[in-house]
């Protein structure tokens, strides 16, 4: 009687603490080569978004090299601190909160989750390396007062060797940032993420495999999202922290929730039913659950008229039928 009674305690004070911040109705904005003006952060007003992903880049030449390459003349400038900084000084005018999700690039698009060194040598000097790219966006997060930071995307196998490295990072983040932090681990990495009693929110790329139908409906999806909402309400309440879907989104494609993951260059099936069911189906199982924060579309372009539209079958809901829904489902929400 005594641990049940602990047990509802404990999700007592989780439902309360889950209470005192809004939903995150939020869009992933995609770095660009130039400054963002009003007119483009308008068009995320026009959808009641009240997030925005802000992502600067650091990049790696090979799979096994330590070196993180960051800050520089040769990156677009949303992918540089100043970059990120006037994207966050523009959303902040606008009303909008920020997550700075800052983020590595591997040469020829190799998976971040595959980062792995060769020797204890390599794993300490991309230990530092990484502690200088992360600690400076933590810093930039402390001057812009953005709300919540961003400590890592999809680095299953680097948390996995280095465990210790991360709880201490997690505190140096922690002495010079004084906002809310999260970490976005793939779908099928966050059961293993060791740090999440560390960290304020239990992020999740939710690229999740729901349904193997060409045009699933509304209730197919939900009913493929049962198992994995239960691990990941189980998780949220054994850890007292709420989970929030770092990525969230679907592209406009046949078979779009069977592996939402692709990013491969086929534009030749384009199904835009597709993508505005699997909206439909996240917002509904979702977004009224007390354990779950709300998350960041995946993906939004600065250069609103030029992006998505009829004929694209990328993530992008811009110009699309799902851009509707989400701007629907986000003005009651």
Partial sequence: ??????????ILQFSCASQNFDKINGVSFVASREKVGQHQVEEILKIHANHAAVMPFGFIREINSPEIIFDTERQWF???????????????????EVMLKPQLWIWRGEFTGTLEMQSEEDWNALETSYADFIMAYARLAQE?????????????????????YW??????IRSVYKGKLTYAANWDEYPRTT?????????????????????????????GWQKHKEKMKAL?????????????????????????????????????????????????????????????VWKWFIHHDKAGGGNDNRFTPQNKPAQLVIRDFYKMN
Avoid at 1 to 10: F, S, T, V, Y
Avoid at 213 to 218: A, G, H, L, N, R
Avoid at 247 to 269: C, I, Q
């Fill in 195 to 223: 740090f999440w009693e560390d960290i304020d929110f239990i992020g999740i790329d939710a690229y999740f495999p729901l349904s193997e139908e060409k045009t699933p409906s509304v209730e197919q999806l939900k009913k």
């Fill in 78 to 96: 949303g992918e540089t601190k100043s970059g990120a900084k006037q994207y966050i000084e523009m959303l902040h005018k606008n009303g909008v």
């Fill in 236 to 296: 949220s309440l054994e850890k007292n922290k709420p989970i929030i879907f770092t990525e969230y989104g679907y592209r406009s494609m046949d078979f779009t929730a069977k592996k939402p993951w692709l990013v491969d260059r086929n534009e030749e099936n384009v199904n835009l039913e597709g993508q505005v069911n699997a909206k439909k189906a996240i917002f509904e199982e979702f977004w009224s659950e007390d354990w779950f924060a709300g998350g960041y």
């Fill in 1 to 10: 009687m005594k641990a049940l009674g602990l047990l509802l305690l404990c």
């Fill in 144 to 164: 812009t007062k953005t709300s919540l930071f961003c400590i890592g995307t999809e680095l299953e196998l680097f948390v996995a060797n280095r465990p210790m």
């Fill in 167 to 172: 709880k201490n990072l997690i505190v140096k």
